[in-house]
């Protein structure tokens, strides 16, 4: 673990290189994450140098004081620049919440990505009003709803799912809430044609969380954007199919 000093708070993120001469490439975790949900995808690594961050709030990474909605994805959009920045990564992958976080960037922001990855996300990030009703009153009825089959995993392994929940009880309640809260108030539709960088929409076949149809909208709207799904998975593709994630990615970012 490597820590990068930013705007009074540090935050922590994994470097792996095997020797890759491709870009470097940052992922970037989604509500309630942090970043050993791309431990898998450090096998990459021999194409080219694999970062993952915690965002501000998970994982090692220091907190925020932050409303839910645009601040919070501003801050995460600091963390996720500076990291950037630190390890000269141009290619942004980002999973539900990090790919709000990836296209806040590419809109708002003054760095130009190489490319993008939006993986189990959406240029909106409508969230059930029961879920964020259990997020404020009855955390662990939120946890469970997660964890149910379709939802974060299809059809995962127990070690999976147990590393899900671990993260989310770790970062706690209040910032698991801002995560969500903040991808609720999420909405690009209408701006996507701004975006220069050539992107990947992927998705896992049964992700009821970011449906198909999320995906298919960000490769209609995004001038330069291909479209993929992951078998057999849910909203965690890249946990739960590393291979078929991977070699998705790799593909992509080859041409």
Not at 20 to 30: E, F, Q, S
Not at 84 to 104: I, K, Q
Not at 118 to 134: K, M, P, S
Not at 216 to 224: F, V
Request: glycine share 8%; with cysteine.
């Amino acid at each position: 673990m490597r820590t990068v000093s930013h705007h009074g708070r540090d935050t922590a993120y994994e470097y792996h290189d095997r020797g890759g001469d491709g870009a470097p490439t940052l992922c970037v975790h989604g509500s309630g994450g942090s970043r050993g949900v791309w431990k898998a995808q450090a096998r990459m690594a021999d194409e080219r140098p694999v970062v993952a961050l915690d965002l501000s709030g998970h994982g090692d990474s220091d907190d925020i004081d932050a409303d839910a909605g645009f601040s919070t994805l501003s801050a995460y959009a600091d963390d996720v620049l500076a990291v950037a920045e630190e390890t000269g990564s141009r290619v942004l992958v980002g999973n539900s919440l990090g790919g709000a976080v990836a296209l806040h960037i590419a809109l708002y922001r003054e760095f130009e990505p190489e490319a993008l990855v939006l993986a189990g996300t959406g240029a909106r990030l409508a969230v059930l009003e029961d879920l964020l009703a259990w997020l404020a009153e009855e955390f662990e009825r939120a946890v469970e709803f997660l964890h149910e089959p379709e939802h974060l995993f299809y059809d995962a392994d127990d070690e999976l799912v147990a590393l899900s929940r671990e993260s989310m009880e770790s970062c706690g309640r209040a910032v698991v809430e801002r995560d969500f809260k903040s991808c609720h108030a999420f909405d690009v539709r209408g701006e996507l044609d701004r975006i220069d960088a050539p992107a990947l929409a992927v998705y896992g076949e049964y992700d009821r969380l970011t449906p198909p149809q999320y995906h298919e909208y960000l490769a209609e709207e995004i001038p330069d954007c291909e479209l993929a799904t992951i078998d057999d998975a849910a909203h965690l593709a890249m946990l739960e199919r590393p291979e078929a994630f991977n070699d998705a990615v790799s593909r992509f970012l080859d041409r």
